[in-house]
């Protein structure tokens, strides 16, 4: 009995980080799409000149 749920609890937590890992990767496409339009889409800053968009 204990190795049936100690097989069991190895695909649960193999089921949830292959989840995690999925959702993680969605995330990391977003933040990409958002960062690349960033550069391609940004004010122009006093003087004509194209500024950063972000602050540092």
């Known amino acids: ?3 049936v749920v100690l ?3 190895l695909a649960l937590v193999l089921f949830g980080a292959g989840f995690a ?4 990767w969605w ?3 977003v933040v ?5 339009l960033g550069f391609v889409i ?3 800053a006093h003087g004509g ?3 950063s968009w972000y602050r540092w």
């Open 7 to 9: 097989v069991l609890l």
């Open 32 to 36: 990409l799409i958002v960062w690349v």
């Open 21 to 24: 890992l999925k959702a993680l």
């Open 42 to 44: 940004r004010p122009a």
């Open 49 to 51: 000149k194209r500024g």
């Open 27 to 29: 995330i990391a496409v």
């Open 1 to 3: 009995m204990v190795p």
